[in-house]
């Protein structure tokens, strides 16, 4: 989705045929209501902000120059969210390797870790009402991983089994909440019972720079996909840029000015829906 919404409005710079300015306005308001359309998925939000911050003070250009900015940036996202996850398996193989992984959803970042490392053993929930788990633990059995699909209902009850919870997620707020696929909760705090570390890889693009207090309100059908998972049940954040504890993400955030720029220029709208 992140992607997809970059390449629209980079066919929209492309189509455009007014000045800078009106080319700067028309991309944010479109950037914003992109940003709106999934206001849990905080990787559209992140692309989408960055690209406009990055023609922000460029309204002296000739129009064919600003353009080319739109287009050179959009094609450092994609590149950037290409290389990411393999950053990130790469600094989750001593978690990983000949480990017992639980997992819920099929996060793509999550996938790229266990696809390049030798879990000993996947157990993948079911993750209804969409049961993306199903596609996830077929993806592991093809690619030679020993992998089961768990039920949803019995999930935290086989937490013990596992040597680590690892999670993806949607969104990642400057206080450590993630808004993540629901039923992410109860396994969450089942592996804290347990004594299992709970682990979130995300790309930094995904940080948004508030508090999980101050996330923007779901959309409708959002709300039976997605919940609000605490820090606090949260071990640690694993993303291409390194390893933060919850209480330690803020300052990955505050050193990343594209999160903050970008923020400010899709949140007005993003918020108030």
């Known amino acids: 989705m992140a992607r997809q919404a970059v390449e629209a409005l980079t066919e929209l710079a492309d189509r455009h045929e007014g000045s800078c300015e009106e080319l700067l306005d028309e991309l944010r308001r479109a950037g914003r209501k992109l940003a709106a359309a999934r206001p849990g998925v ?9 690209l406009l911050a990055s023609g922000r003070y460029e309204s002296h250009l000739e129009p064919d120059a600003l353009r080319q900015v739109v287009k050179e940036e959009a094609h450092a996202l994609t590149e950037g969210r290409i290389r990411a996850p393999a950053s990130i398996a790469i600094q989750l193989r001593e978690r990983i390797d000949g480990a ?7 996060s793509a970042t999550v996938r790229e870790a266990l696809s390049h490392e030798s879990p000993a053993k996947v157990l993948a929930t079911v993750s209804d009402p969409v049961g993306e788990g199903r596609s996830l633990v077929a993806e592991l059995h093809a690619g030679g991983i020993d992998a089961e699909l768990v039920e949803d209902a019995d999930a935290p009850g086989r937490m013990a089994e596992a040597d680590v919870l690892l999670l993806g997620a949607d969104t990642v707020f400057r206080d450590g909440t993630i808004c993540n696929k629901i039923g992410t909760i109860p396994l969450a705090r089942a592996a804290r ?20 207090a101050q996330a923007p309100d779901l959309a409708d059908f959002e709300r039976e996909l997605f919940e609000l ?18 209480d330690e993400l803020a300052v990955l955030v505050d050193r990343v000015p594209f999160l903050r720029e970008g923020y400010e220029l899709v949140a007005p709208l993003a918020a108030n829906r």
């Not at 905080?42 to 960055?50: F, T």
């Not at 017992?100 to 099929?106: G, I, L, P, W, Y």
């Not at 998972?229 to 919850?246: L, N, Q, R, S, Y």
């Open 229 to 246: 998972i605490p820090a606090d049940v949260i071990t640690e954040f694993v993303t291409e840029e390194g390893v933060f504890p919850p």
């Open 193 to 212: 019972d347990a004594g299992i570390p709970a682990i979130v890889a995300a790309e930094v693009i995904k940080l948004a720079p508030v508090p999980g």
């Open 100 to 106: 017992t992984v639980f997992t819920h959803s099929n």
């Open 42 to 50: 905080g990787a559209v939000a992140g692309a989408v902000g960055r």
